[in-house]
């Protein structure tokens, strides 16, 4: 999230991993696991080698956003005075072989997920 604003909600985590999944599908990806808590979220997905990640993450990152800050711009208000969401850093892991990716698939499931603590959707 722009500035690690807490804003996100268990809704719009749940709105964000149907968002991913759907764009991953577009571009011959496989959303594996998706994690998030209230400033940040984490994707685990399978790609092939032809895939420009950087083209990826932009398209990822400015179609999820335009669709929050339409969707949900009265919750995103107070946060963001700036048509903005998304920070412009991102981290990408590469990794291969089932010991790696069990070790991600642990610390995605791990993450404070509100929407794994019981709480509302919004």
Known sequence: MKYRHKCLTPGMLERLEELMRGLLAKWDCVLVEFGGEAD????LFE????VKL???VKNLKSVTARHMRKEYAAHLAPFYWK???WNSAYALISVGGRANIETLLRYIENQDDPRK???PLD
């Open 54 to 56: 950087s083209d990826l």
């Open 47 to 50: 790609t092939n080698p032809t």
């Open 40 to 43: 940040h979220v984490h994707l």
């Open 117 to 119: 603590l019981g709480q």
């Open 83 to 85: 048509p903005c969401f």
